[in-house]
Protein backbone atom coordinates (compact mmCIF):
# COMPACT_ATOMS: atom_id res chain seq x y z
CA UNK A 1 0.00 0.00 0.00
CA UNK A 2 1.92 2.94 -0.78
CA UNK A 3 -0.71 5.29 -2.14
CA UNK A 4 -2.29 7.53 -0.16
CA UNK A 5 -5.76 7.24 1.56
CA UNK A 6 -5.68 3.67 1.64
CA UNK A 7 -7.42 0.95 4.11
CA UNK A 8 -6.77 -1.88 5.93
CA UNK A 9 -9.48 -3.65 7.26
CA UNK A 10 -8.79 -6.93 9.60
CA UNK A 11 -11.33 -9.19 10.81
CA UNK A 12 -10.58 -11.03 14.07
CA UNK A 13 -13.38 -13.40 13.52
CA UNK A 14 -14.96 -14.33 17.20
CA UNK A 15 -12.57 -12.67 19.35
CA UNK A 16 -14.08 -11.60 22.58
CA UNK A 17 -14.22 -8.06 23.29
CA UNK A 18 -13.78 -8.52 26.66
CA UNK A 19 -10.72 -10.52 26.62
CA UNK A 20 -9.42 -8.24 24.38
CA UNK A 21 -9.71 -5.24 26.27
CA UNK A 22 -8.32 -7.12 29.10
CA UNK A 23 -5.49 -8.65 27.58
CA UNK A 24 -4.54 -4.62 25.92
CA UNK A 25 -4.87 -3.38 29.58
CA UNK A 26 -2.30 -5.88 30.39
CA UNK A 27 -0.26 -5.51 27.42
CA UNK A 28 -0.83 -8.67 26.22
CA UNK A 29 -1.87 -7.83 22.82
CA UNK A 30 0.69 -4.64 21.98
CA UNK A 31 -0.54 -4.30 18.29
CA UNK A 32 -3.89 -4.12 19.02
CA UNK A 33 -3.33 -1.83 22.34
CA UNK A 34 -1.14 1.12 20.08
CA UNK A 35 -3.53 0.97 17.25
CA UNK A 36 -6.50 1.60 20.46
CA UNK A 37 -3.86 4.32 21.49
CA UNK A 38 -4.36 6.33 18.21
CA UNK A 39 -7.57 5.16 17.79
CA UNK A 40 -11.24 4.81 18.76
CA UNK A 41 -13.25 1.46 20.27
CA UNK A 42 -16.32 1.22 18.85
CA UNK A 43 -19.28 -1.40 19.60
CA UNK A 44 -20.35 -3.80 16.98
CA UNK A 45 -23.82 -5.10 16.99
CA UNK A 46 -24.38 -7.93 15.04
CA UNK A 47 -27.49 -10.37 14.22
CA UNK A 48 -25.75 -12.96 16.00
CA UNK A 49 -28.55 -13.62 18.32
CA UNK A 50 -30.15 -15.05 15.78
CA UNK A 51 -27.60 -17.57 14.65
CA UNK A 52 -23.64 -16.87 14.03
CA UNK A 53 -24.03 -17.86 10.75
CA UNK A 54 -25.84 -14.87 10.39
CA UNK A 55 -22.92 -12.31 10.69
CA UNK A 56 -20.85 -12.70 8.42
CA UNK A 57 -23.19 -12.45 5.39
CA UNK A 58 -25.08 -9.23 7.06
CA UNK A 59 -21.50 -7.15 6.82
CA UNK A 60 -20.28 -8.56 3.36
CA UNK A 61 -23.82 -7.86 2.16
CA UNK A 62 -24.64 -4.77 4.44
CA UNK A 63 -28.27 -6.24 4.52
CA UNK A 64 -30.35 -7.50 7.32
CA UNK A 65 -30.31 -11.44 8.09
CA UNK A 66 -34.15 -11.32 6.85
CA UNK A 67 -33.25 -10.00 3.56
CA UNK A 68 -30.18 -12.28 2.78
CA UNK A 69 -31.60 -15.27 4.98
CA UNK A 70 -28.24 -16.78 5.69
CA UNK A 71 -28.18 -17.80 9.94
CA UNK A 72 -26.38 -21.15 9.48
CA UNK A 73 -23.83 -23.43 6.88
CA UNK A 74 -27.54 -24.74 6.47
CA UNK A 75 -30.51 -23.28 5.07
CA UNK A 76 -34.44 -23.93 5.11
CA UNK A 77 -35.86 -24.45 1.39
CA UNK A 78 -39.59 -24.23 2.18
CA UNK A 79 -40.32 -25.08 -1.94
CA UNK A 80 -39.12 -28.29 -1.19
CA UNK A 81 -39.11 -28.89 2.81
CA UNK A 82 -35.55 -29.90 2.78
CA UNK A 83 -32.07 -27.93 3.69
CA UNK A 84 -29.15 -27.34 1.64
CA UNK A 85 -26.03 -26.84 2.37
CA UNK A 86 -25.14 -23.24 1.81
CA UNK A 87 -22.89 -22.05 -1.00
CA UNK A 88 -22.88 -17.89 -0.74
CA UNK A 89 -23.57 -17.70 -4.83
CA UNK A 90 -26.39 -15.54 -4.15
CA UNK A 91 -24.63 -12.78 -1.86
CA UNK A 92 -23.61 -9.77 -3.51
CA UNK A 93 -20.55 -8.71 -1.19
CA UNK A 94 -19.76 -5.24 -0.55
CA UNK A 95 -16.36 -4.63 -2.53
CA UNK A 96 -17.84 -5.45 -5.69
CA UNK A 97 -19.43 -1.93 -6.10
CA UNK A 98 -15.80 -0.94 -5.61
CA UNK A 99 -14.42 -3.28 -8.19
CA UNK A 100 -16.93 -2.19 -10.13
CA UNK A 101 -15.66 1.50 -9.46
CA UNK A 102 -12.02 1.07 -10.28
CA UNK A 103 -11.01 0.12 -7.01
CA UNK A 104 -8.48 -2.21 -6.19
CA UNK A 105 -9.60 -4.11 -3.58
CA UNK A 106 -7.28 -7.31 -2.11
CA UNK A 107 -9.75 -9.68 -0.11
CA UNK A 108 -8.80 -12.97 2.31
CA UNK A 109 -10.88 -15.16 3.63
CA UNK A 110 -13.86 -13.32 4.64
CA UNK A 111 -15.99 -15.88 5.84
CA UNK A 112 -19.07 -16.90 3.47
CA UNK A 113 -17.75 -14.53 1.02
CA UNK A 114 -18.43 -15.89 -3.10
CA UNK A 115 -15.47 -14.52 -4.95
CA UNK A 116 -16.63 -11.62 -7.43
CA UNK A 117 -13.95 -11.59 -10.29
CA UNK A 118 -11.66 -9.09 -8.93
CA UNK A 119 -9.58 -7.94 -11.73
CA UNK A 120 -7.41 -5.51 -10.27
CA UNK A 121 -6.68 -6.85 -6.77
CA UNK A 122 -6.85 -10.06 -5.08
CA UNK A 123 -9.62 -12.76 -3.72
CA UNK A 124 -9.10 -15.55 -1.67
CA UNK A 125 -11.71 -17.67 -0.57
CA UNK A 126 -11.52 -19.93 1.90
CA UNK A 127 -7.92 -20.85 2.46
CA UNK A 128 -8.74 -21.71 5.34
CA UNK A 129 -11.65 -21.29 6.96
CA UNK A 130 -13.88 -22.13 10.22
CA UNK A 131 -17.13 -21.73 8.23
CA UNK A 132 -16.45 -23.85 5.14
CA UNK A 133 -18.72 -24.07 2.47
CA UNK A 134 -19.25 -26.63 0.02
CA UNK A 135 -16.74 -24.31 -2.54
CA UNK A 136 -13.76 -24.57 -1.00
CA UNK A 137 -10.68 -23.06 -2.20
CA UNK A 138 -10.65 -19.92 -4.41
CA UNK A 139 -8.52 -17.52 -5.93
CA UNK A 140 -8.56 -14.74 -8.45
CA UNK A 141 -7.19 -13.32 -10.55
CA UNK A 142 -5.25 -15.95 -12.19
CA UNK A 143 -1.91 -14.00 -11.83
CA UNK A 144 -1.90 -14.27 -7.72
CA UNK A 145 -2.95 -17.70 -8.15
CA UNK A 146 1.11 -18.90 -7.81
CA UNK A 147 1.62 -16.65 -4.86
CA UNK A 148 -1.36 -18.70 -3.06
CA UNK A 149 -1.03 -22.32 -4.34
CA UNK A 150 2.77 -22.45 -3.37
CA UNK A 151 2.45 -20.75 0.46
CA UNK A 152 2.62 -23.54 3.03
CA UNK A 153 -0.55 -24.79 3.79
CA UNK A 154 -2.44 -24.28 7.33
CA UNK A 155 -1.84 -26.85 9.85
CA UNK A 156 -5.30 -27.78 10.21
CA UNK A 157 -6.23 -28.11 6.22
CA UNK A 158 -3.42 -30.74 6.60
CA UNK A 159 -5.02 -34.61 6.18
CA UNK A 160 -4.94 -34.65 10.10
CA UNK A 161 -7.73 -34.53 12.12
CA UNK A 162 -7.42 -32.53 15.58
CA UNK A 163 -9.59 -34.89 18.17
CA UNK A 164 -9.11 -32.48 20.96
CA UNK A 165 -11.38 -33.26 24.44
CA UNK A 166 -11.42 -30.33 26.16
CA UNK A 167 -10.03 -32.36 29.21
CA UNK A 168 -6.60 -33.54 27.03
CA UNK A 169 -4.03 -30.72 27.63
CA UNK A 170 -1.65 -31.95 24.77
CA UNK A 171 -4.18 -32.30 22.51
CA UNK A 172 -5.19 -28.63 23.72
CA UNK A 173 -1.79 -27.41 23.09
CA UNK A 174 -1.80 -29.06 19.96
CA UNK A 175 -4.85 -27.54 18.64
CA UNK A 176 -3.48 -23.68 20.30
CA UNK A 177 -0.31 -24.21 18.45
CA UNK A 178 -2.22 -25.08 15.05
CA UNK A 179 -4.05 -22.07 15.16
CA UNK A 180 -0.86 -19.51 16.23
CA UNK A 181 1.13 -21.47 13.06
CA UNK A 182 -1.75 -21.04 10.98
CA UNK A 183 -1.78 -17.33 11.89
CA UNK A 184 1.49 -17.03 11.23
CA UNK A 185 1.47 -17.98 7.97
CA UNK A 186 -1.93 -16.23 7.10
CA UNK A 187 0.14 -13.17 7.85
CA UNK A 188 2.47 -13.71 5.84
CA UNK A 189 1.03 -14.47 2.22
CA UNK A 190 -1.36 -11.91 3.33
CA UNK A 191 1.32 -9.62 3.80
CA UNK A 192 2.80 -11.30 0.27
CA UNK A 193 -0.39 -10.38 -1.41
CA UNK A 194 -0.39 -6.55 -0.12
CA UNK A 195 3.41 -6.14 -1.45
CA UNK A 196 2.65 -7.38 -4.29
CA UNK A 197 -0.94 -6.11 -5.23
CA UNK A 198 -1.51 -2.94 -3.25
CA UNK A 199 -4.79 -3.18 -2.89
CA UNK A 200 -6.63 0.77 -2.15
CA UNK A 201 -8.81 -0.83 -0.25
CA UNK A 202 -8.09 -4.66 1.69
CA UNK A 203 -9.85 -6.73 3.67
CA UNK A 204 -8.76 -9.81 5.69
CA UNK A 205 -9.99 -11.99 8.07
CA UNK A 206 -8.29 -14.44 10.63
CA UNK A 207 -10.51 -16.85 11.70
CA UNK A 208 -8.13 -18.67 14.10
CA UNK A 209 -9.57 -17.43 17.22
CA UNK A 210 -12.91 -18.23 16.53
CA UNK A 211 -11.73 -22.01 15.80
CA UNK A 212 -9.95 -21.88 18.78
CA UNK A 213 -12.51 -20.08 20.72
CA UNK A 214 -15.07 -22.96 20.90
CA UNK A 215 -12.63 -25.61 21.74
CA UNK A 216 -10.50 -23.71 24.12
CA UNK A 217 -12.93 -21.39 26.08
CA UNK A 218 -12.36 -23.30 29.68
CA UNK A 219 -8.65 -22.23 29.23
CA UNK A 220 -9.65 -18.77 29.64
CA UNK A 221 -12.61 -19.10 32.28
CA UNK A 222 -11.31 -22.37 34.08
CA UNK A 223 -13.65 -21.64 37.14
CA UNK A 224 -16.99 -21.65 35.65
CA UNK A 225 -19.48 -23.86 36.42
CA UNK A 226 -20.28 -25.24 33.39
CA UNK A 227 -16.66 -26.63 33.13
CA UNK A 228 -16.68 -28.28 36.97
CA UNK A 229 -13.04 -28.86 37.33
CA UNK A 230 -11.80 -28.91 33.63
CA UNK A 231 -9.01 -26.72 33.61
CA UNK A 232 -6.38 -27.59 31.81
CA UNK A 233 -3.19 -27.59 34.01
CA UNK A 234 -4.51 -23.70 34.35
CA UNK A 235 -3.17 -23.06 31.09
CA UNK A 236 -4.15 -20.52 28.80
CA UNK A 237 -3.40 -21.90 25.50
CA UNK A 238 -6.32 -19.64 24.06
CA UNK A 239 -4.77 -16.48 25.37
CA UNK A 240 -1.17 -18.00 23.17
CA UNK A 241 -3.62 -17.99 20.26
CA UNK A 242 -4.68 -14.02 20.66
CA UNK A 243 -1.01 -13.44 21.23
CA UNK A 244 0.07 -15.03 17.81
CA UNK A 245 -2.88 -13.12 16.14
CA UNK A 246 -2.07 -9.86 17.59
CA UNK A 247 1.77 -10.29 16.34
CA UNK A 248 0.72 -11.11 12.90
CA UNK A 249 -1.97 -8.21 12.85
CA UNK A 250 1.02 -5.59 14.00
CA UNK A 251 3.22 -7.28 11.27
CA UNK A 252 0.51 -5.53 8.66
CA UNK A 253 -0.11 -2.72 10.32
CA UNK A 254 3.43 -1.53 10.65
CA UNK A 255 3.73 -2.27 6.46
CA UNK A 256 1.11 0.43 5.57
CA UNK A 257 1.48 3.75 6.09
CA UNK A 258 -0.14 6.32 8.93
CA UNK A 259 -2.49 7.80 6.37
CA UNK A 260 -3.82 4.03 5.90
CA UNK A 261 -7.22 3.79 7.68
CA UNK A 262 -6.88 0.70 9.85
CA UNK A 263 -9.59 -1.16 11.10
CA UNK A 264 -9.43 -4.14 13.62
CA UNK A 265 -12.95 -5.79 14.22
CA UNK A 266 -14.96 -8.69 15.30
CA UNK A 267 -18.65 -9.34 14.54
CA UNK A 268 -19.58 -11.18 17.94
CA UNK A 269 -17.79 -13.07 20.53
CA UNK A 270 -17.22 -16.17 22.91
CA UNK A 271 -18.43 -16.94 26.50
CA UNK A 272 -18.28 -20.56 28.39
CA UNK A 273 -20.73 -23.56 27.15
CA UNK A 274 -20.42 -26.89 27.15
CA UNK A 275 -21.91 -27.95 23.92
CA UNK A 276 -25.69 -27.02 23.35
CA UNK A 277 -29.00 -28.43 24.43
CA UNK A 278 -30.83 -31.13 21.67
CA UNK A 279 -33.91 -31.33 23.14
CA UNK A 280 -35.98 -28.64 21.36
CA UNK A 281 -36.96 -30.92 18.27
CA UNK A 282 -38.04 -34.13 20.34
CA UNK A 283 -39.85 -31.62 23.30
CA UNK A 284 -41.83 -29.70 19.65
CA UNK A 285 -43.10 -33.44 19.05
CA UNK A 286 -44.11 -34.68 22.86
CA UNK A 287 -46.06 -31.42 23.33
CA UNK A 288 -47.52 -31.93 19.47
CA UNK A 289 -46.21 -29.09 17.49
CA UNK A 290 -44.29 -31.99 14.89
CA UNK A 291 -44.76 -35.00 14.01
CA UNK A 292 -42.63 -37.95 12.68
CA UNK A 293 -43.34 -40.49 10.30
CA UNK A 294 -42.06 -43.79 10.77
CA UNK A 295 -39.44 -45.20 8.88
CA UNK A 296 -42.02 -47.98 7.11
CA UNK A 297 -43.98 -45.41 5.90
CA UNK A 298 -41.72 -43.28 3.74
CA UNK A 299 -40.97 -43.79 0.40
CA UNK A 300 -38.24 -45.71 -1.23
CA UNK A 301 -36.32 -42.40 -2.74
CA UNK A 302 -37.22 -40.78 0.61
CA UNK A 303 -35.39 -43.83 2.14
CA UNK A 304 -32.17 -43.64 -0.24
CA UNK A 305 -31.85 -39.78 0.74
CA UNK A 306 -31.69 -40.95 4.47
CA UNK A 307 -29.67 -43.63 3.88
CA UNK A 308 -27.46 -41.45 1.55
CA UNK A 309 -26.99 -38.27 4.63
CA UNK A 310 -26.19 -41.05 7.16
CA UNK A 311 -23.08 -42.55 4.69
CA UNK A 312 -21.71 -38.96 5.15
CA UNK A 313 -21.95 -38.87 8.21
CA UNK A 314 -19.59 -41.99 8.04
CA UNK A 315 -21.68 -43.85 9.89
CA UNK A 316 -23.00 -47.60 9.42
CA UNK A 317 -25.91 -47.55 7.22
CA UNK A 318 -27.41 -50.38 8.21
CA UNK A 319 -26.95 -49.80 11.73
CA UNK A 320 -28.68 -46.20 11.09
CA UNK A 321 -31.81 -48.14 9.29
CA UNK A 322 -32.30 -50.02 12.37
CA UNK A 323 -32.23 -46.93 14.54
CA UNK A 324 -35.20 -44.95 13.02
CA UNK A 325 -37.06 -48.00 13.33
CA UNK A 326 -36.46 -48.86 16.61
CA UNK A 327 -35.22 -45.67 18.33
CA UNK A 328 -37.27 -43.30 20.25
CA UNK A 329 -37.20 -39.67 19.13
CA UNK A 330 -34.72 -38.15 20.93
CA UNK A 331 -31.90 -40.69 19.24
CA UNK A 332 -33.67 -39.92 15.59
CA UNK A 333 -32.69 -36.42 15.97
CA UNK A 334 -29.18 -36.67 17.09
CA UNK A 335 -28.13 -38.99 14.67
CA UNK A 336 -29.77 -36.58 11.97
CA UNK A 337 -28.14 -33.64 12.71
CA UNK A 338 -26.75 -31.79 10.89
CA UNK A 339 -26.55 -32.91 7.10
CA UNK A 340 -30.70 -33.97 7.61
CA UNK A 341 -34.06 -33.70 9.12
CA UNK A 342 -35.67 -36.55 10.63
CA UNK A 343 -38.71 -37.36 8.50
CA UNK A 344 -41.52 -35.17 9.89
CA UNK A 345 -45.25 -36.19 8.89
CA UNK A 346 -46.07 -32.68 7.55
CA UNK A 347 -49.55 -32.79 7.13
CA UNK A 348 -49.42 -33.16 11.18
CA UNK A 349 -46.76 -30.55 11.98
CA UNK A 350 -47.22 -27.04 13.00
CA UNK A 351 -43.85 -26.06 14.06
CA UNK A 352 -40.84 -27.67 13.73
CA UNK A 353 -37.33 -27.22 14.91
CA UNK A 354 -34.09 -26.83 12.47
CA UNK A 355 -30.94 -27.92 12.99
CA UNK A 356 -28.56 -25.89 15.39
CA UNK A 357 -25.52 -25.29 16.89
CA UNK A 358 -26.40 -22.75 19.51
CA UNK A 359 -29.93 -21.76 20.01
CA UNK A 360 -32.89 -23.36 19.46
CA UNK A 361 -34.40 -22.81 15.79
CA UNK A 362 -38.34 -23.04 15.23
CA UNK A 363 -39.93 -23.03 11.77
CA UNK A 364 -43.53 -22.61 11.34
CA UNK A 365 -45.13 -24.52 8.95
CA UNK A 366 -47.00 -22.01 7.03
CA UNK A 367 -49.76 -22.04 3.97
CA UNK A 368 -48.77 -20.46 1.32
CA UNK A 369 -44.74 -20.41 2.74
CA UNK A 370 -43.87 -23.78 3.02
CA UNK A 371 -44.99 -26.17 0.57
CA UNK A 372 -46.72 -28.21 2.60
CA UNK A 373 -47.47 -25.89 5.09
CA UNK A 374 -50.43 -26.66 6.98
CA UNK A 375 -50.99 -23.36 9.43
CA UNK A 376 -52.95 -20.61 8.27
CA UNK A 377 -51.69 -17.05 7.91
CA UNK A 378 -54.47 -16.01 10.72
CA UNK A 379 -53.35 -18.71 13.09
CA UNK A 380 -49.87 -17.67 12.90
CA UNK A 381 -50.02 -15.34 15.61
CA UNK A 382 -51.41 -17.69 18.31
CA UNK A 383 -49.41 -20.58 17.38
CA UNK A 384 -46.26 -18.59 17.99
CA UNK A 385 -47.60 -17.10 21.79
CA UNK A 386 -48.63 -20.71 22.30
CA UNK A 387 -44.83 -21.90 21.79
CA UNK A 388 -43.33 -19.42 23.40
CA UNK A 389 -45.35 -19.48 26.34
CA UNK A 390 -44.81 -23.67 26.48
CA UNK A 391 -40.79 -22.88 26.49
CA UNK A 392 -40.67 -20.06 28.84
CA UNK A 393 -42.30 -21.93 31.63
CA UNK A 394 -40.09 -25.09 30.62
CA UNK A 395 -38.21 -25.90 34.52
CA UNK A 396 -35.75 -27.94 35.18
CA UNK A 397 -36.60 -31.09 38.00
CA UNK A 398 -35.59 -28.60 40.70
CA UNK A 399 -37.60 -25.53 39.03
CA UNK A 400 -35.22 -23.59 37.50
CA UNK A 401 -36.46 -21.76 34.12
CA UNK A 402 -34.33 -23.14 31.14
CA UNK A 403 -35.57 -20.34 28.26
CA UNK A 404 -33.86 -17.15 28.86
CA UNK A 405 -35.95 -15.81 26.07
CA UNK A 406 -38.22 -16.15 22.56
CA UNK A 407 -37.29 -13.95 19.90
CA UNK A 408 -38.74 -13.54 16.49
CA UNK A 409 -37.42 -12.89 13.65
CA UNK A 410 -40.08 -11.09 11.15
CA UNK A 411 -39.62 -7.67 11.81
CA UNK A 412 -44.00 -7.62 11.33
CA UNK A 413 -47.06 -9.92 10.28
CA UNK A 414 -46.76 -9.12 6.65
CA UNK A 415 -43.21 -9.71 6.42
CA UNK A 416 -43.67 -13.56 8.10
CA UNK A 417 -44.91 -14.81 4.78
CA UNK A 418 -41.95 -14.05 3.33
CA UNK A 419 -39.34 -14.89 6.45
CA UNK A 420 -36.37 -16.90 5.41
CA UNK A 421 -35.07 -17.18 8.60
CA UNK A 422 -36.07 -19.74 11.66
CA UNK A 423 -39.28 -17.86 13.05
CA UNK A 424 -38.83 -17.94 16.48
CA UNK A 425 -34.96 -18.04 17.84
CA UNK A 426 -35.01 -19.63 21.67
CA UNK A 427 -31.80 -18.39 23.78
CA UNK A 428 -30.96 -21.19 26.56
CA UNK A 429 -30.40 -20.70 30.24
CA UNK A 430 -27.19 -21.92 31.52
CA UNK A 431 -29.49 -24.65 33.53
CA UNK A 432 -30.67 -26.14 30.17
CA UNK A 433 -26.61 -26.90 29.80
CA UNK A 434 -26.54 -29.02 32.96
CA UNK A 435 -25.72 -32.28 32.20
CA UNK A 436 -27.68 -33.37 35.32
CA UNK A 437 -30.83 -32.10 33.29
CA UNK A 438 -34.36 -33.31 33.89
CA UNK A 439 -37.35 -31.67 32.12
CA UNK A 440 -40.16 -31.12 34.66
CA UNK A 441 -43.11 -32.77 32.87
CA UNK A 442 -41.41 -34.22 30.00
CA UNK A 443 -39.84 -37.28 29.24
CA UNK A 444 -37.83 -35.92 26.41
CA UNK A 445 -33.71 -36.93 27.70
CA UNK A 446 -32.60 -33.50 27.84
CA UNK A 447 -28.62 -34.88 26.70
CA UNK A 448 -26.37 -32.15 25.07
CA UNK A 449 -24.65 -32.71 22.13
CA UNK A 450 -21.39 -31.35 21.10
CA UNK A 451 -19.62 -31.43 24.02
CA UNK A 452 -16.17 -30.49 23.46
CA UNK A 453 -17.11 -27.26 22.45
CA UNK A 454 -16.26 -25.38 25.28
CA UNK A 455 -17.12 -21.72 23.70
CA UNK A 456 -19.85 -20.45 22.20
CA UNK A 457 -21.19 -17.06 20.14
CA UNK A 458 -22.02 -13.92 22.18
CA UNK A 459 -22.95 -10.35 21.83
CA UNK A 460 -21.59 -7.54 21.19
CA UNK A 461 -18.89 -7.44 18.80
CA UNK A 462 -15.97 -4.49 18.35
CA UNK A 463 -14.05 -2.13 16.29
CA UNK A 464 -10.55 -0.79 16.77
CA UNK A 465 -10.77 2.09 14.50
CA UNK A 466 -7.55 4.38 13.43
CA UNK A 467 -8.79 6.81 10.57
CA UNK A 468 -10.31 10.96 9.99
CA UNK A 469 -13.42 9.36 9.72
CA UNK A 470 -15.87 10.30 12.73
CA UNK A 471 -17.90 6.48 13.04
CA UNK A 472 -19.77 7.05 16.15
CA UNK A 473 -19.29 4.79 19.42
CA UNK A 474 -21.64 1.95 18.07
CA UNK A 475 -22.10 0.33 14.61
CA UNK A 476 -24.04 -1.93 12.88
CA UNK A 477 -22.62 -4.57 11.63
CA UNK A 478 -24.71 -4.21 8.30
CA UNK A 479 -23.30 -0.64 8.49
CA UNK A 480 -19.27 -1.56 8.88
CA UNK A 481 -19.01 -1.82 5.09
CA UNK A 482 -19.91 2.26 5.32
CA UNK A 483 -16.72 2.57 7.30
CA UNK A 484 -14.79 0.48 4.41
CA UNK A 485 -16.21 2.13 1.45
CA UNK A 486 -15.61 5.57 2.39
CA UNK A 487 -11.72 5.39 3.05
ZN1 LIG B 1 -18.80 -20.49 15.81
Redesign the pocket.
Known amino acids: MNTENNLLAIGID ?1 AESTLVREMIEHDQMPALRALLSGGKWLEVRSPSTIG ?1 GAVWPTFLTGEEPTSHGIYSEWKWLPETMSLRRYEGHHLTPFWKALADRGVSVGVFDVPFAPPVGVTNGFEVCEWWA ?1 DSTAAGLRVGPEMIRRLVTEAPAHPLSANRFFTSTPENSSNLQELADACSEGARLRGALIQRLIDEIKPQVAVVVFPEL ?1 HAG ?1 QLWHTVAPGHSFYNGLAANGASFLRDVYRAVDQQIGKLIDSVGNTTTVMVFALHGMRPALGFPAFLGPLLCEKGFSALTTWRSQTWTRRALSLFAATKRHAPAPLKKLYYSVTPVTATYKLARPTMLPAYDWRKTRAFSLPTDQYGWIRVNLIGRESQGIVSPGEYEKLCTELAQMLLSLTSETGEPLVEEVRRTAADATSVGVNPLPDLVVHWRDAAFSSALKIKGSKVPAEMVGKKSTGQ ?1 TTPGFCIYRGNGDPGGVVDAKDLYRLIASF
Open positions: ASHHHH
